[in-house]
């Protein structure tokens, strides 16, 4: 929370405390990790911007981590959006599908994780980065009326999800 007539500089401060005591509370499995601080905070934003439902965010993270394995593209909406800068409410176009930026992991070209986070993640969503579930999905689809997350092991599963919540 800040005072209305807060500066930039005291909200950005404050920002960066909480983020510092937040990351403190995981150094041990951030220690453990294979990523570093700048991709832990990357992924944690993707989760945070993908998910509505909490419990669903350690299997974003495993769906990103095993595409990541895999070298795949992300195939992240979110991260589309970002780079095209449309509000989620907007419909992705074509052209914001092929748009060439550092931040468009939906084309299939497009293997790692963009060049930085897209927001400003949660705790949840961080601890989720850190701890992703153990399940074999690679795919999931939002159902944008409930906001739920439905997953998917195999591309024919996720085109069923497309047609079934679409």
Same mark, same amino acid.
């Given at each position: 929370? $800040?005072?209305?007539?807060?500066?930039?500089? #005291?909200?950005? %401060?404050?920002?960066?405390?909480? =983020?510092?005591?937040?990351?403190?509370?995981?150094?041990?499995?951030?220690?453990?990790?294979?990523?570093?601080?700048?991709?832990?905070?990357?992924?944690?934003?993707?989760?945070?911007? %993908?998910?509505?439902?909490?419990?669903? /965010?350690?299997?974003?993270?495993?769906?990103? &981590?095993? /595409?990541?394995?895999?070298?795949?593209? +992300?195939?992240?909406?979110?991260?589309? &959006? &970002?780079?095209?800068?449309?509000? +989620?409410? %907007? #419909? +992705? =176009?074509?052209?914001?599908?092929?748009?060439?930026?550092? &931040?468009? #992991? /939906? /084309?299939?070209?497009?293997?790692?994780?963009?060049?930085?986070?897209?927001?400003?993640?949660? %705790?949840?969503?961080?601890?989720?980065?850190?701890?992703?579930?153990? #399940?074999?999905? +690679?795919?999931?689809?939002?159902?944008?009326? =409930?906001?739920?997350?439905? $997953?998917?092991? =195999?591309?024919?599963? $996720?085109?069923?999800?497309?047609?079934?919540?679409?």
């Amino acid at each position: 929370e $800040f005072y209305k007539d807060a500066s930039i500089k #005291t909200i950005v %401060e404050k920002m960066l405390d909480k =983020t510092k005591n937040v990351l403190d509370n995981y150094s041990n499995l951030i220690s453990e990790s294979d990523f570093n601080i700048h991709e832990i905070l990357t992924m944690a934003s993707i989760i945070e911007n %993908e998910t509505m439902i909490a419990g669903q /965010r350690d299997k974003v993270s495993q769906v990103i &981590y095993k /595409r990541l394995d895999l070298n795949m593209s +992300l195939g992240m909406d979110v991260t589309t &959006y &970002y780079g095209v800068q449309k509000a +989620l409410s %907007e #419909t +992705l =176009t074509k052209s914001d599908l092929n748009s060439n930026n550092a &931040y468009n #992991t /939906r /084309r299939t070209d497009f293997l790692g994780l963009p060049v930085g986070p897209i927001c400003n993640p949660s %705790e949840a969503s961080i601890k989720a980065t850190l701890n992703p579930s153990n #399940t074999d999905y +690679l795919y999931f689809y939002a159902d944008i009326k =409930t906001g739920e997350l439905h $997953f998917a092991k =195999t591309y024919n599963e $996720f085109q069923n999800l497309i047609q079934k919540y679409s």
